[in-house]
């Protein structure tokens, strides 16, 4: 049975095209998906993300626990509020999925999980805890929106009573910080997001979720689709869990190294296989593609390099470049080893160019693509 989030009424309303993605009913765009796409580069879009899952972490050792469950160290969070990025490994290093871990108290830290990945992360988090007596609550009560784009933040606080708009526009990059407004509740507010532009993703008790939706498209806030927000992580050089890596992949095999931190004397789970591949090298890496030629990248499609064959894993048109952009795996080895880069479409080999990621910071096109 397909679910719904709360606003999947507003959506509708608004003449979204509605796709089943992971089995929530979900908008794909509203209209133009690279109008919505420029919306946010250019000034700010939200995105119902209500079917991604809040996890609670409660107890005395906790920390402890998150020491042992997730690649990066919990250690940088320092002071409440803070907010990190990782990925949480079985015991073979592949991914079992991406995460944001959220610092709320010594006794007390917030996962945000992916939903095509809920019952079996919530499964893993839940037999790992046991150990550690800490208890593990999912939070389906709560929405969340996320606000992205340049004027995402002076359109948010613009909506929060007064002392909550400036508390919440000082938040540094990868932080949080919970908040009352009358309207909408308590809202926990994070200064984080999947597009590469500045904004917020806010958790909103579900009954207010609505109240919230509405008084953003009052404030000029326009809704944007997966489809945009699958162009913008592109662009922005952001992981797709399930296309990009999975738990037959490994961080340092997904260009995510800067995601690993080995710590002295933490013992989390799959270090001793990403120990050893830092040290022998990684068999195939990832790396960013540009096509000058017209067409699109398309995932699954076969990379032809000189040192073995790779495959496309996410692939699309760019909107910011206007140009076909890609993650792909391919065998490793520097731009010598790899040689003249060739895509097979539909049985030609077109010519690509490898370049660094993102492809896209701040609006613009990185100089290397």
Not at 149 to 167: K, Q, Y
Not at 222 to 245: C, V
Not at 251 to 276: I, K, M, Q
Request: glycine share 10%.
């Amino acid at each position: 049975m397909t679910s719904k989030t709360i606003l999947n009424d507003r959506h509708r309303a608004l003449g979204a095209k509605m796709v089943d993605f992971g089995g929530w009913d979900m908008p794909l765009n509203y209209g133009s998906q690279i109008e919505e796409h420029h919306q946010v580069r250019r000034d700010a879009g939200m995105f119902d993300v209500s079917h991604m899952t809040v996890v609670d972490l409660r107890g005395a050792r906790t920390r402890e626990f998150l020491r042992t469950l997730v690649a990066n160290s919990v250690d940088k969070l320092q002071k409440p509020g803070k907010a990190l990025y990782t990925c949480m490994l079985n015991a073979q290093g592949g991914v079992i999925d991406d995460l944001i871990v959220y610092f709320m108290a010594e006794d007390f830290f917030r996962l945000v999980v992916n939903a095509a990945t809920r019952e079996k992360d919530v499964a893993w988090i839940t037999a790992q805890s046991q150990s550690f007596g800490v208890q593990v609550t999912e939070r389906p009560e709560l929405s969340m929106v996320a606000v992205q784009g340049p004027t995402a933040r002076e359109r948010v606080t613009g909506l929060l009573a007064e002392a909550d708009a400036t508390r919440v526009g000082k938040l540094a990059r990868f932080a949080a910080a919970e908040v009352a407004d009358a309207r909408f509740g308590d809202l926990f507010v994070a200064r984080t997001g999947y597009t590469g532009e500045d904004g917020f993703e806010i958790v909103v008790p579900e009954s207010n979720a609505v109240a919230l939706w509405d008084a953003l498209l009052e404030a000029g806030v326009k809704p944007a689709g997966l489809g945009a927000r699958d162009t913008l992580r592109l662009e922005a050089g952001m992981n797709l869990y399930g296309q990009d890596m999975d738990e037959a992949v490994t961080p340092l095999e997904a260009a995510l190294a800067w995601t690993v931190a080995f710590d002295e004397g933490r013992d989390f789970t799959g270090r001793d296989v990403l120990e050893r591949q830092k040290a022998d090298g990684v068999p195939r890496q990832m790396v960013g593609l540009v096509m000058d030629e017209k067409g699109v990248l398309r995932h699954g499609q076969k990379v032809l390099t000189a040192a073995g064959e790779g495959e496309i894993l996410s692939g699309t048109f760019s909107p910011t470049l206007g140009k076909a952009i890609a993650f792909a795996r391919v065998p490793a080895g520097d731009a010598a080893a790899l040689g003249d880069v060739r895509v097979d479409i539909r049985g030609k080999e077109v010519p690509v160019r490898v370049v660094k990621f993102p492809f896209v910071r701040d609006g613009k096109p990185v100089e290397s693509t």
